[in-house]
């Protein structure tokens, strides 16, 4: 289940920006940081697919809360970490830390900062739906100036890899093969498209 909606950030609209689409892959996450006044502390750890809107979702939560936004957490400097966290607290203003895995999985050598961040709230951006995967196809189509039918979208979803690098790599694909035909997307330009990134229907048979 999708929806492309303006909860209460009221997402911002510019050319990157013009619609965060939620669905059951965030719907958890997003209600979460909507809800940061009640966090046990002023921190929690996002997690998330590359691709998957983690980034977005983190710089729009810092602009409408007030608060401060950290991505690639396990890449930063431990040092960096430990007093942004520490500065939330004080502050009393929510930080979000975006990483590829849960805390609990970093390899963090400051124990002081290893023990609060097990203890901030974590949660996650699951792989897309199948519902999530269509409206992406659809939405960054467009964003190229392409119209995907319904017909082309029902085709081409159940045929690509479940994730959002999948996405990516279809919309590459059916904008470089209507481009090259000079044509609109269609299911011919579709067939072309799944063939140039290893997908026939024989192979969508097999899986």
Known sequence: MTDQIALPFQWPADEDERDFIISDANRVAVKHLEHWALWPVMASVLTGPRKS??????????????????????????TRLFHAWNEAQADRKPLLIAADLPP??????LPDLRSRLLASPHVAIEEPDMGLM??????????????????????VVPRIERSYIGVGRIVDALDESALARRKAVSLKVAREALATIGVTDDTYRLL
């Open 53 to 78: 809107g983690r980034s977005l979702l983190g710089r729009i939560f810092a602009t409408k809360s007030g608060g401060r936004f950290i991505d690639n957490g396990e890449e930063q400097d431990e």
């Open 104 to 109: 609990a999985k970093w390899r963090i050598k």
């Open 134 to 155: 269509a409206a992406l196809v659809e939405k960054l189509l467009h964003a190229r100036g392409l119209v995907a039918p319904p017909e082309v979208v029902r085709y």
